[in-house]
Antibody, heavy 121, light 107 residues
């Protein structure tokens, strides 16, 4: 059974940093691209970033480019999102998602439940 | 970026009703579209991939159709467990974009 468990929930001040993790199980982690998607309170879903199975390809939304870094440790079956220079508009539930293939252009087939990031002074 | 619109934004229906939800892309996306169901506090669940393929384990009352810019999710006979929010996602091109969602509630 595929399981994706996010962690790193927290309250951070504007300008601060936070790192999210997503522990994956139930599949061969290195064979699949992974993404982060967020949902601000009362808003729709927004794609944040994707990383290929090998970690060699990364993609970012313009809203986070230069501030967020996606990475993965295939030996630990874990996905990360390093978030720097946080802004109030980054406040959201962040969900980890698995793609159905090794590149970003395979659709998402499994999701985690998410972890809440709040940016406020 | 490809914009995804979705209609209706909400609907009220009864158990047994046929429900149709539409997503439209601002440009052609072949069949690179998925449909998902989300319930409050739960992880989204994939229902349909590649516009019309039923994900394993998903009841056959769910179906998808369309290609290019116009896509449809149909629930042939609404069941109590189907009251939820449904959204589409295009994976044709980055940035990947979502429809704003359709909330299906009980009439």
């Amino acid at each position: 059974e595929v399981q994706l468990l996010e962690s790193g929930e927290g309250l951070e001040q504007p300008g601060g940093s936070l790192r999210l993790s997503c522990a994956a199980s139930g599949f061969t982690f290195s064979s699949y691209a992974m993404s982060w998607v967020r949902q601000a309170p009362g808003k729709g879903l927004e794609w944040v970033s994707t990383i290929g199975g090998s970690g060699g390809s990364t993609y970012y939304a313009d809203s986070v480019k230069g501030r967020f870094t996606i990475s993965r440790d295939n030996s630990k079956n874990t996905l990360y999102l390093q978030m720097n220079s946080l802004r109030a508009e980054d406040t959201a539930v962040y969900l980890c998602a698995k793609h159905s293939g090794s590149t970003a252009y395979y659709g998402i087939d499994y999701w985690g439940q998410g972890t809440l990031v709040t940016v406020s002074s | 970026a490809i914009q995804m619109t979705q209609s209706p934004s909400s609907l009220s229906a009864s158990v047994g009703d046929r429900v149709t939800i539409t997503c439209r892309a601002s440009q052609g996306i072949r069949n690179d579209l998925g449909w998902y169901q989300q319930k409050p506090g739960k992880a989204p669940k994939l229902l349909i991939y590649a516009a019309s393929s039923l994900q394993s384990g998903v009841p056959s009352r769910f179906s998808g159709s369309g290609s290019g810019t116009d896509f449809t999710l149909t629930i042939s006979s609404l069941q109590p467990e189907d009251f939820a929010t449904y959204f589409c996602l295009q994976d044709y091109d980055s940035p990947f974009t979502f429809g704003p969602g359709t909330k299906v509630d009980i009439k």
